[in-house]
């Protein structure tokens, strides 16, 4: 299994008392799509799976949700959250075995959701269904200066519900002057980049595991598709994501690497547990 950089006590000491001066922002990768980012002393979390509930859930089946990566922390252990997104109803993205006991030890916490999702959501958080913050197409919302704007998704395809409202999202999150794309799971659509060029993105954060019809994943960017978008959009960085959690769905990121450095693409590859400053963004 692989070793995160940092995890448990060690990972926690990092978020709870790295020293971020005023102005910048520190980012740690918790895994899969999971990011906590760190700014002025607030804390904006996206899309945490932060437990084995797919491992436990699927072990009997033919589709098993093998574990690669070991845990990062238990959600317990993050009491410090203001916000906390959720880009669609996939458990790995919305992850009842993490969400609840983190809205426990945060009990103003906040969260984010297509609103699309909303009836699902608060069946599978067993909340208010009024609790969450539901986001459509170009909606936005501010959580202690971190401001939410829905960008839709293709996971497979675009998909919206009765109403026209996206299934798949994903974010721009903006605070402090810096602005951050969150992709949530996603192909490449016509007018993608026309809708994510205008923000000016700092930090892209996109999948790489790629599409396989016959092992059941569902579409998202491959490596290369990763490096184009963000090139395409104009992002200062991309940070690759969505790999090294489960054995049947994985990608290696040397693709990713590959492309970005073929388009002169800055690009960062995290490892679990790792932290990331804003000081050390290409200019």
Known sequence: MIEPLQKGAELLTDIRDSAVPSG??????????????????????????????????????????????????????????????????????????????????????????????????????????AWPIGLSEGSQHEVRGFRFVGIPAAHEALEVDEFGRHRFMGYVVSFGGWTFYHSGDTLLYEGMVDRLKPWNVHVALLPINGRDPVRRVAGNLNGRQAARLAKDIGARLVVPCHYDMFTFNTASPESFVAECNKLNQPHYVMQNGEGLDSMSLPV
């Not at 910048?24 to 607030?42: A, N, P, V």
């Not at 880009?87 to 959701?113: F, G, K």
């Open 24 to 129: 910048q922002w520190r980012m740690w990768w918790l895994g899969q799509s999971g990011f906590l980012i760190k700014w002025e002393e607030r804390y904006c979390l996206l899309d945490p799976y932060l437990s084995d509930s797919l491992t436990k859930k699927y072990a009997s089946t033919d589709k098993p949700h093998i574990r690669m990566t070991e845990l990062v922390l238990a959600p317990e252990m993050l009491d410090c959250i203001d916000v906390v997104s959720s880009s669609h109803n996939h458990t790995d993205h919305l992850d009842a075995e993490t969400l609840q006991p983190l809205r426990r030890v945060n009990p103003d916490l906040a969260i984010v959701i297509p609103e699309a999702s909303r009836s699902f959501v608060a069946e599978r958080l067993r909340c208010d269904s």
